[in-house]
């Protein structure tokens, strides 16, 4: 059944027009009139809805039933995540929404190859928040995760999210993830962007009570590197075994 994100307060019985965007999609599935869809308010719930198509520009949907389902991991996760270039960004925000990211930090670091601040920032923020909505829609997720503005790493060391562990990683780190004894509930991930993280972040990142940890002689790239992370610790601590 198609789903889709509807960023207002949804209620069953409610019966209202649906917004473009989700018009657009609707003509593009060639939906019918009297279809069930799925809608999402990112609350943790999500409600089946019958579609009535007035005209071709004019879609409305009767809420129907509300179902809670918990599609989220056991384990909170957060990304801070070094801005990467191209469509790099892009994929690891889609893919890490996939894989139950709850929020995302978007940083720029000594070695970043981007550069980003004022409206272009924003911009691109809001143009990975809608990647991130789009992906929940796809893999099921009913609570859609926070993409945080764009900052500077050092910024950030100082107001870190709550968490059991905090890990970066890094090349000359020594500690593997199946090394870690204790079940975190909530992890903070950072990872740098093509060049790394200078020195003096890493000494700062370790300050700040950041765990060097390696995934293995290969040198990952940046995309690569968190999705392996994030998937590595959804199957020590989520719901990848759990």
């Not at 995302?104 to 409206?119: A, H, N, T």
């Not at 300050?207 to 392996?228: D, H, Q, V």
Request: aromatic letters at 8%; a positive charge; glycine letters at 8%.
């Amino acid at each position: 059944m198609p789903r889709f994100y509807y960023p207002f307060s949804l209620s069953t019985g409610q019966s209202f027009r649906l917004p473009e965007n989700i018009a657009q999609h609707i003509n593009v599935l060639r939906l019918k009139n009297g279809e069930s869809i799925t809608l999402f308010d990112g609350t943790g719930y999500e409600y089946t809805a019958i579609l009535k198509i007035e005209s071709k520009n004019a879609y409305w949907a009767e809420i129907g039933e509300k179902n809670a389902v918990n599609r989220e991991s056991p384990v909170h996760i957060s990304l801070i995540q070094a801005v990467s270039t191209g469509e790099k960004m892009d994929f690891t925000v889609q893919k890490a929404t996939e894989l139950g990211v709850a929020k995302i930090y978007p940083v720029l670091s000594d070695f970043s190859s981007v550069r980003l601040s004022g409206e272009r920032a924003e911009k691109r923020c809001r143009r990975w928040q809608e990647i991130a909505i789009a992906a929940c829609e796809q893999c099921g997720r009913n609570i859609v995760p926070n993409i945080m503005p764009v900052q500077y790493l050092r910024n950030i060391f100082n107001k870190l999210p709550p968490a059991d562990k905090y890990l970066l990683l890094a090349p000359q780190g020594c500690l593997k993830l199946g090394e870690i004894k204790e079940k975190p509930q909530k992890v903070v991930l950072l990872i740098g962007a093509e060049g790394g993280f200078s020195p003096q972040e890493n000494t700062a990142a370790k300050a700040a009570g950041f765990l060097p940890i390696t995934l293995g002689k290969r040198i990952l790239r940046t995309e690569t590197a968190s999705l392996a992370t994030i998937a590595c610790v959804q199957t020590l601590w989520g719901d990848f075994v759990n």
